[in-house]
């Protein structure tokens, strides 16, 4: 196995993890991790506007890197390792 592919499976495993890990993180209606995290704060307080708007942030991120890993995989190597 050559060191480029070792390197792309690496950014793709932690891409997945990462993008699991953010999605669950967001709040939904009242339910989910964030809520469990931060359920005492107000959801109308700027800091948890703040704190969603870099989670989103964060987990386009990680989807993006996901894809990009995942695509370049499957053009590089089309019929598997």
Known sequence: MS???VVMLVIWG????G???FVLLHSGK???LSEMLGG???P???GTEIVEKNLG???IIFAAAFMISLLILAFVYPTGV
Do not use: N, P, Y
């Not at 932690?14 to 993890?17: N, R, T, V």
């Open 44 to 46: 109308t307080s700027v």
């Open 19 to 21: 993008l699991i890990v």
């Open 3 to 5: 060191a480029w592919l």
């Open 14 to 17: 932690i891409s997945a993890i």
């Open 57 to 59: 942030r964060i987990t």
């Open 30 to 32: 009242g339910t989910g």
């Open 40 to 42: 005492a704060v107000s």
